[in-house]
Each structure stands twice: as C-alpha cells, then as structure tokens.
C-alpha cells in the first residue's frame, strides 16, 4: 500500500527557532497537500503543492515539493506557541484519495 | 469549504457489539472518506464512500467490517462490526472539495471499546 513517512516524529523547540519536517513518500504523488493537527482537533488544511520544485510560502511557513515529486518539506521560520501541534503530509497517487504521512509534532518551548 | 457534523462525538461499547456513525455535510459533495485515527498516530484511510453504490475499501479493511452507506451527496455512515479493543480510535468522516480538492473533515467520533 501506499506508504509516506515523516521524519523527525516528535520535534521540540524553543520559542523562536526554526523548525522543519520532512515528508517521503515510497512513489511518485500527483500531489501533495499537508495539514495541521491541534491537540483533540481534526486535521485542518494548509497548503497544496503540485508542480515538481515547487515553493510555496504562508507568511511564516515555507512548502516544498521535491523535483522528483516523491518528497516535501514545510519549514516554519521563528516559531511560536501557536505553531503547536501535529503537521501532516498527506499524497496522492493517481486517484481521489489522499494517504496521509506519520506526522510530526511539533512542541513550542515558551 | 464544508461543515461536516459527525454523531456520536464519543461512545463506549461492549466487545461483540456494532456501532453506526453518522456523517452530515451542508452541501453535496462527491468525494466523502472516512479515516481512523488510533491515539497519538496518523490518519489511516478506510474507504470512499461512494453516492449510489458500494464503498471502494483500502487494503486491510473490509465491508463486512465496516459497512459503509452512503446514500444520497450528503450523508454518509460507517458502521464498526463485531467490536474489539482493537477498534477503539477516532473515526473521522471527511470529504474533498474547495479549489485545491482539500479535504475537510467532522469533528470525529472516539469509540472506546471494553
């Protein structure tokens, strides 16, 4: 089955610093989109990346989709508490269906 | 966007027993999934629901498992069958819709199992 995998899987940092998480996916994805998870939330969407090599930026956060587009990458410039929470990948191959990656989450040190 | 209303929000059940959870969309929509997600993990796909015939379901699950009905654009239900510990999770109805095909999703509905 389709298998996507984030690393690191728990990331702690101190209020201020930066933060990445990266997302492989086991085949090529159509697309990629990634989502934010609160703390007894439902995921919520964030972005989708499309093209090979694409960039994305929201403010703070900056999205990538890998040139073979099998990888992606969110990086969040000088966190802040309210970057709490567990970020997804989530990819999709040829379908309707998104398979989501193993999630990292992220832990903001006050 | 979508606003997806999910019944129960939470239920304890006995082993051996079935539950049926509720999924209600405001609009119509085509695409509606229903996922599990297990205490602290990611979000496992279980299967499309399809409108007007049978749920397309991912590898490892099964309909007489989780038999879905889905019969009209806005409503769907999952039923967990023959319960064990195992299926204490939280199930999450979502649906894909939006200009990017995002995917919203119900508030969920944690299901313990004793």
């Known amino acids: 089955g389709q298998q996507v995998m984030q690393i690191p899987q728990y990331q702690h940092v101190q209020e201020g610093e930066d933060f990445t998480t990266y997302c492989n996916s086991s085949?090529?994805?159509?697309?990629i989109q990634w989502y934010k998870q609160r703390p007894g939330g439902h995921p919520v969407f964030l972005i989708q990346l499309v093209k090979s090599g694409e960039v994305k930026k929201q403010k703070r956060l900056t999205f990538q989709f890998g040139e073979a587009k099998k990888n992606s990458s969110l990086h969040i410039t000088a966190t802040q508490t309210t970057d709490v929470g567990t970020y997804f990948c989530a990819g999709r191959v040829g379908g309707n269906q998104f398979y989501f990656g193993t999630g990292t989450s992220l832990t903001v040190i006050p | 966007s979508a606003v997806i209303s999910q019944k129960p929000s939470r239920d304890i059940c006995q082993r051996g027993t079935s539950l049926t959870i509720q999924c209600q969309v405001d609009s119509q929509v085509t695409m509606m999934f229903w996922y599990r997600q297990q205490p602290g993990q990611s979000l496992t796909l279980i299967a499309t629901a399809n409108q007007g015939s049978e749920a397309t379901y991912e590898s490892g699950f099964v309909i007489d498992k989780f038999p879905i009905s889905r019969p009209n654009l806005t409503f769907s239900t999952l039923t967990v069958s023959n319960m064990s510990p195992e299926d204490s999770s939280i199930y999450l109805c979502?649906?894909?819709?939006?200009?990017?095909?995002?995917?919203?999703f119900g508030e969920g509905s944690r299901l313990t199992v004793l």
């Open positions: 979502s649906v894909r819709t939006g200009s990017s095909g995002e995917l919203f």
């Open positions: 085949t090529t994805l159509s697309n």
